[in-house]
């Protein structure tokens, strides 16, 4: 319930005011229908509630988490009833046995393992005996019984610790679980912030396009009254008509480029009704320079794959403890008490069962042990190299976490500079064509050079863009690199 009205709230936002940047775009042609305007935000979220893959990895999370009650299990109590009749006509070799015999015996067992390791069982039963025995003493008669049991091991599985070892290995392996979830749902919606930035290029492309189309057709008007004026060529006049075309064709292809962008971010967010979807978010550089001491900081505090193996540690030392016991011998302490009563009537019989009056003691010690022992000894010898793989593979890890970082730091700062570089490269490729253009106007530069000119532009004004949006890039794969993704967002997962 708290996910669909999260949803509706996201939507009714969107539908309310949230059109920026690109209220006033026009969609491409054969795309026209309603637009939905998203931020960043408003993007993310909506794939947090509906993208298939985070819905997937939140279902095999709680399908994991079941785990930890299975583990717990082998103290769960089991409650067992009885109820069975004997009528017995049988021949007998002697007459003092009777010609037949009537038995009925009802009753109920609780068996439980406690957290000491202790199996205890109490079984209470009440058998009701009649026969056409003339040496019966009472006829029909009635035994009621309780009986507690217990055994307690002592050596291997010693109070239990091999039983309460399997539930702490289930919460580790869920827990680690969980944390991989966390990592497959932030991977996921790192795929929709990127797929949210391509469409962001794409629409700040179409709009370049267009543009220099717009700058194409009136350079095209230029020449053509130039040469009706007869002061240019007409190979001045066909140049500007070819780059026209070019740049028709180049806004088409851009145009179809949107739409797949389109497409792919609609999938991800799983929001089929809108026609079409604009950003509202723009591009650009935000934040100072990374970092590494601080990026290490943050990674050794916040990756998950690094605590997912100090958990895996935890769970080979405790593996290793396990089998370590189960190499000593078995030894065993059992002990019982029974009380019964036989009476005429049940009511009787059944008082007796839980009186001292009739008691039954027993106590006894049992000892086993494999002379070779050789399955447990392997068992032992796994979990020891087991548990030194794990350690060696955390140093592994860190190892991981310093190359993977001081690469992500690199490449965030590089793509920074390259970014502003580039808008600085645009507004100079800008300004030039602006001058050439004034130049072609006194007639004293021609079409090929200020076509040449428009195409620096366009390369400036594409690279610009390109620049920013592998500025994002890696700044998200920094934030997954650093497993902060979802907290720079603002996102929380149940």
Do not use: C
Not at 417 to 445: M, N, P, T, Y
Request: hydrophobic letters at 40%.
């Amino acid at each position: 319930m708290r996910r669909f009205i999260l949803s509706l709230l996201i939507i009714t936002t969107i539908f309310m005011g949230t059109q920026g940047a690109y209220s006033e775009w026009a969609l491409p042609g054969g795309m026209g229908g309603d637009i939905i305007y998203l931020s960043l935000k408003e993007a993310l979220e909506l794939a947090l509630i509906n993208n298939f893959d985070v819905q997937f990895a939140l279902y095999d999370r709680l399908i994991k988490d079941a785990d930890i009650d299975e583990a717990k299990s082998v103290y769960d109590t089991v409650l067992k009833l009885n109820a069975d009749y004997t009528y017995d006509r049988k021949e007998q070799a002697s007459s003092l046995f009777g010609t037949s015999s009537h038995t009925g015996q009802a009753g109920m067992k609780l068996t439980k393992k406690l957290i000491t390791g202790t199996d205890v069982s109490i079984d209470f039963q009440n058998i009701r005996e009649s026969s056409d025995s003339a040496f019966s003493t009472l006829n029909p008669s009635y035994e009621s019984y309780t009986e507690i049991k217990f055994t307690q091991p002592l050596l291997r599985n010693f109070f239990g610790m091999n039983d309460w070892a399997d539930v702490k290995i289930a919460r580790i392996d869920v827990r680690n679980f969980s944390l991989e979830t966390l990592d497959k749902i932030e991977t996921n919606l790192a795929d929709v912030e990127e797929a949210y930035w391509d469409l962001v290029l794409s629409v700040e492309l179409v709009d370049v396009e267009k543009e220099m189309y717009e700058k194409a057709k009136e350079f095209y008007e230029i020449s053509r009254k130039k040469k009706k004026l007869g002061t240019s060529e007409i190979t001045d006049l066909l140049a500007a008509e070819a780059n026209m075309a070019t740049r028709k064709t180049e806004l088409i292809i851009e145009e179809n480029t949107l739409k797949t962008a389109m497409n792919k971010l609609r999938l991800l967010i799983n929001y089929p009704n809108a026609t079409g979807i604009l950003p509202i978010s723009t591009i650009g550089i935000t934040g100072a320079n990374v970092t590494l001491l601080e990026s290490l900081k943050i990674s050794f505090e916040k990756r998950r794959d690094y605590k997912r193996a100090k958990n895996e540690i935890k769970a080979k030392r405790i593996k290793f403890n396990m089998k370590r016991n189960d190499r000593w011998p078995q030894l065993d302490f059992e002990g019982s008490l029974k009380l019964n009563g036989i009476e005429r009537k049940v009511k009787d019989s059944m008082a007796d069962a839980f009186t001292r009056e009739n008691p039954e003691y027993n106590a006894r010690v049992t000892f086993s042990i494999p002379l070779e022992n050789r399955s447990e000894r392997s068992a032992y010898n796994k979990a020891k190299h087991e548990k030194a793989k794990a350690l060696l593979n955390l140093k592994k890890m860190e190892k991981v976490i310093l190359a993977d970082i001081d690469d992500a730091v690199r490449d965030v700062n590089v793509n920074k500079i390259k970014a502003e570089e580039r808008l600085k490269i645009e507004s100079l490729q800008k300004r030039k064509l602006e001058e050439e253009l004034k130049q072609f106007g006194f007639g004293r530069s021609d079409s090929d050079r200020v076509i040449r000119f428009q195409e620096d532009l366009l390369r400036a004004k594409r690279l610009a863009l390109n620049a920013l949006k592998d500025y994002k890039d890696s700044l998200i794969e920094l934030y997954l690199k650093e497993g902060i993704f979802l907290e720079k967002r603002g996102l929380t997962v149940e």
